[in-house]
């Protein structure tokens, strides 16, 4: 039962963010903005880490029903690269491991909510599970930018492993 819901969570969680583009956002609200009420702080960028702020840069134009990315060349050179990103982890699968999940840029206020729009999530999948925690983590893997993902993630990082 478990293995025919991962699909629809995925499903609906992309789909979600996907929304969340086409809706503009609030002045301060947009990837990397940080709720001062929130009890984590903003991410900082570092040294060796991909930014959300380059992985925010990517623009949409609207094609035939259908929001297409256009990623500037910095992203596009990032496309099948070993590189490490920084976010908090979204769980896709029940348990307290994962080995498939969404990094975000900014934490989740509530369980049922994805916080940004595609271009402040990565897809992560993982060579081991990677224990759930509210801080952020850091997974290196290898990079694909998507030019047309069926669930409309614009980033993918695929044989990750968890490296702090």
């Known amino acids: 039962m478990i ?6 969570l995925l499903a609906a969680a992309l789909s979600a ?3 969340a583009a086409q809706a503009q956002a609030p002045v301060g609200q947009g990837p990397g ?3 001062p009420r929130s009890p984590f702080k903003p991410l900082q960028e570092r040294e060796g880490i991909v930014s959300w702020q380059l992985l ?17 060349k910095p992203l596009q050179a990032l496309n099948n690269q070993t590189v490490k990103i920084q976010g908090f982890m979204l769980p896709l699968e029940p348990g307290d491991k994962q080995r498939h999940f ?5 934490p989740t206020s509530c369980s049922f909510c994805v916080p940004s729009g595609p271009e402040g999530l ?5 060579k081991n599970p990677v224990k759930y925690t509210l801080e952020p983590v850091v997974v290196e893997g290898r990079m694909a930018v998507l030019q047309a993902d069926p669930y409309g993630m614009f980033y993918r990082v695929t044989d990750a ?4």
Do not use: R, W, Y
Not at 3 to 8: D, E, G, N, R, T
Not at 102 to 106: A, K, T, Y
């Open 122 to 126: 990565v897809e992560v999948k993982t």
């Open 17 to 19: 963010s996907l929304l």
């Open 102 to 106: 969404l990094l975000s840029s900014v």
């Open 161 to 164: 492993q968890a490296t702090e």
């Open 3 to 8: 293995c025919k819901l991962k699909p629809l």
């Open 56 to 72: 925010s840069s990517v623009t949409t134009k609207a094609e035939k029903n259908k929001l297409i990315p256009e990623f500037p």
């Open 33 to 35: 903005f940080h709720d």
